[in-house]
Each structure stands twice: as structure tokens, then as C-alpha cells.
């Protein structure tokens, strides 16, 4: 099993452009997420998802979209990228059960907005 | 949703024992309690996770008091190796899904 795969790993874009960032996990997961980890801090809930179809916002959902037409895949869609949204982010995903279960992380996609 | 709160760092000393604590007050009935490990340029990895009393692994023991307000991830005998920074997370099915980080430990542990 490959577990949690995010594209690109790095990317530069210029501001207002847009792009989306890929997640596919193989574990058959119904529960994912995506977070940002600005550099020195912690990790911010963007935008979850309970199933496919189903998408909720998080803590800091604003300059962001996503969609859920499969259980393997989460895209995140960055819309005129900001200097503010330089940060690295993590797409995870967790199976259904009692608790919180174990959170699969990817490796991490590093985006800088110039 | 159960707040959480950490120090936001601790050092430490190779092979002595570390205990991190976190604070919960409003964790709910069906909330469970699971700590992460993240290294820097990676994703948080899970270490261990529990509901109550005390859970042990082959990396670590988590204590839970009776009132579970706050839990103790308790790291045996730390080597260099274990600096990074740790993470408490309350969770439960009253959330719909949604898992929200703290703040965090940064952990130093020093030769």
C-alpha cells in the first residue's frame, strides 16, 4: 500500500494564480483531510471530508475549495493564490470507527506564493 | 469541541524519562484522546491512543485520570532521536469528523 500520496511535493506560483494540490489514499478510507503548517506552528484544519460527496470547512477554509467525487481522492483547489498561503500542506486520512482512529499523514506539499 | 493545551516546549536529558501533559476540560463522553509525533518536513505521525486509565506500546504510555480532563504521554528513556514536536488531539463521533490540532510540544532532548 502506498498509504497517503500528495502532488506536487514543491511548487511556486506567482499571486492570483491558481492550482490544485492532489491526494489519493488506497487504505479505503472515508475520513480526510487537509491541513496547513506554516512555518514554527501548528497544523490548521482547511477542509475535511466524511465520505464521497460529503466536504465540511475546518479552521481557516477562506481562498480555498475542495471536492470529494471518490473515496481515494481529495483535491484541494487554491483560487488567486496569496503571499498568505505560503505553507505546507498536509492531506490525511483516517478510517470510520470508535475515537479518532489513526490519522495517515502524506509527505507534505510545500507551495510559496511570490 | 475539546480545547486542548500543551507547553509549548520541554527539554530533556538522553535516557531519562519524559512526561508530556495535556490539558482537556471539555472533553466529552465520547471523545478519545491520541497523541501524534511530527519531525520537521514531515507529516505528524500517531504514537498512541486511549480512552481512559493508562494504554502502553512498544514507544510509550498514556495516562488517563479518572476525570479525563488532562492526559500524560509518557516517553521512557528518550534518546536524541525523539526531539520533535508532540501533539494532543480530543476527538470523538460528537464531531462529525472533524480533528483539530493544539498548539503542541516541542521537545528538546539533549546529549
Known amino acids: 500500500n502506498a498509504g497517503v500520496t500528495q502532488t506536487p511535493k514543491f511548487r511556486i506560483l506567482k499571486i492570483g494564480q491558481s492550482m490544485t494540490l492532489q491526494c489519493t489514499q488506497d487504505m479505503n478510507h472515508n475520513y480526510m483531510y487537509w491541513y496547513r503548517q506554516d512555518p514554527g506552528m501548528g497544523l490548521k484544519l482547511i477542509y475535511y471530508?466524511?465520505?464521497?460527496?460529503?466536504?465540511d470547512k475546518g479552521e481557516v477554509p477562506n481562498g480555498y475549495n475542495v471536492s470529494r467525487s471518490t473515496t481515494e481522492d481529495f483535491p484541494l483547489r487554491l483560487e488567486l493564490a496569496a503571499p498568505s498561503q505560503t505553507s505546507v500542506y498536509f492531506c490525511?486520512?483516517?478510517?470510520?470507527?470508535?475515537?479518532?482512529?489513526?490519522?495517515?499523514f502524506g509527505e507534505g506539499s510545500r507551495l510559496t506564493v511570490l | 469541541l475539546a480545547k486542548t493545551t500543551q507547553p509549548i516546549s520541554m527539554d530533556s536529558y538522553e535516557g531519562q524519562e519524559v512526561n508530556i501533559t495535556c490539558s482537556h476540560n471539555?472533553?466529552?463522553?465520547?471523545?478519545?484522546i491520541t497523541w501524534y509525533q511530527q519531525f520537521p518536513s514531515q507529516g505528524p505521525r500517531f504514537i498512541i491512543q486511549g480512552y481512559k486509565t493508562k494504554v502502553t506500546n512498544e514507544v510509550a504510555s498514556l495516562f488517563i485520570p479518572a476525570d479525563r480532563k488532562s492526559s500524560t504521554l509518557s516517553l521512557p528513556r528518550v534518546s536524541l532521536s525523539d526531539t520533535a514536536v508532540y501533539y494532543c488531539l480530543v476527538g470523538g463521533y460528537n464531531q462529525g469528523g472533524k480533528l483539530i490540532f493544539g498548539q503542541g510540544t516541542e521537545l528538546s532532548v539533549k546529549p
Open positions: 490525511a486520512s483516517r478510517a470510520s470507527g470508535s475515537g479518532t482512529g489513526e490519522l495517515f
Open positions: 471539555n472533553i466529552a463522553t465520547n471523545d478519545y
Open positions: 471530508s466524511v465520505g464521497a460527496g460529503i466536504t
